[in-house]
C-alpha cells in the first residue's frame, strides 16, 4: 500500500466574516485546485464571546453545501426553507444550498467556541438542485475505538461503518479523529479522492514524513492507498476530508460558487430582483 504524504500545509489568515465573526480561514479561493471539491474551511477557536455572538445573520447560498461541525460550543440556525435548530457539542449542520437558500447562523455565547464550517462544491448538473436540510446530533454520530485513536463518523464512512450523511452529490468522507500521545491510526483510503486534515489540537506526523505538524494547519495528502498518521507527544484531535475531485471550472462570488461569470451574474441579478429562491 502506498501512503499519502504531506503535499501542502496551509495555515490560513485570520479574519472577520458576517456581523464580525473572528475566525481563521484556513483554505478558499486560492486553494480551490488543490483541494477540490472542497472550497473553503473556516475554523474557530474562542474562549471569548465577543468573538463570535454577532453571528452570520440572514445571507444567500448557492451551488455549494455547507457543512458545520462543532466540538463544542451552539450555534441556533433558520433558514428560507424553515428550518430552524441549535448545533451543539458534538453536532453538525449539512445543508444543501443547491438553487439558493437563506439562512442565518447565531452563535451562542458558550466556555468554548471550537469547530469548523466547510464548504463543498456541486457538480454542475447539480448547481441548481432542492435545497436541502439535515441536523445531525451528537447521539446519532458513530463512535469508533481504534487502540490508541477515537473516530466519529460525521459523514461518509470509515472500516466498513458508514455515518449518517453520505453526501448525496459529492460522497464525502468527514471525520474528527483523536489520538493519544504518541498513538497511531492507519486506514485504506479510496486513491481517487482528494484527501486533507485540520489539526484543531496537538501534533502529528503523516505518511513516512518525520515533520511533526503542529496544530491549526491544514495538511494536503498526497494520492495513496493507506492514511497514517502518528500523534506528537501531547497527542492530536483532527478533522479528517475526502472526496473525489470535480475538475470543472468554478466562478465564486462571495456565498454563491457556480461554473461560469454568466450564472454567477444571473444568481446576484435574481437576488436584486427577488426571484433567487426557487425552493416552495
Known amino acids: 500500500m502506498a501512503d499519502r504524504n504531506v503535499i501542502k500545509t496551509v495555515t490560513g489568515i485570520h479574519t472577520q466574516d458576517g456581523a464580525g465573526v473572528n475566525l481563521v480561514r484556513v483554505i478558499s479561493g486560492r486553494d480551490v485546485e488543490d483541494f477540490d471539491p472542497f472550497l473553503m474551511l473556516d475554523a474557530f477557536d474562542s474562549e471569548n464571546p465577543a468573538d463570535y455572538t454577532k453571528g452570520f445573520p440572514w445571507h ?24 430552524k435548530g441549535s448545533i451543539c457539542d458534538g453536532g453538525c449542520q449539512w445543508m444543501t444550498a443547491g438553487s439558493g437558500v437563506l439562512h442565518q447562523e447565531m452563535p451562542q455565547a458558550s466556555d468554548r467556541m471550537l469547530g469548523y464550517q466547510l464548504w463543498i462544491n456541486l457538480p454542475r448538473e ?23 485513536a477515537t473516530v466519529r463518523i460525521i459523514g461518509g464512512s470509515f472500516d466498513g461503518l458508514e455515518g449518517q450523511a453520505q453526501g448525496d452529490y459529492v460522497k464525502t468522507d468527514l471525520l474528527d479523529i483523536a489520538i493519544a500521545p504518541n498513538g497511531t491510526l492507519a486506514f485504506p483510503t479510496d486513491r481517487e479522492k482528494n484527501v486533507f486534515v485540520y ?12 515533520q511533526l505538524i503542529p496544530a491549526k494547519t491544514a495538511v494536503l495528502l498526497s494520492h495513496g492507498d493507506r492514511f497514517s498518521v502518528c500523534a506528537g507527544p501531547g497527542g492530536a484531535r483532527l478533522a479528517y476530508f475526502a472526496g473525489e475531485p470535480l475538475n470543472e471550472p468554478v466562478s465564486w462570488g462571495g456565498p454563491i460558487v457556480m461554473n461560469t461569470p454568466e450564472e454567477l451574474d444571473m444568481a446576484f441579478s435574481e437576488l436584486q430582483d427577488g426571484t433567487f429562491i426557487k425552493h416552495k
Open 199 to 210: 489539526l484543531f489540537e496537538g501534533s502529528a506526523r503523516f505518511g513516512d514524513g518525520e
Open 60 to 83: 444567500p447560498h448557492r451551488g455549494i453545501e455547507t457543512v458545520t461541525y462543532l466540538i463544542h460550543g451552539d450555534i441556533e440556525h433558520s433558514d428560507s426553507m424553515g428550518n
Open 126 to 148: 447539480n448547481k441548481m438542485a432542492e435545497p436541502k436540510y439535515f441536523d445531525i446530533t451528537e447521539d446519532m454520530i458513530t463512535g469508533v475505538e481504534r487502540g490508541s
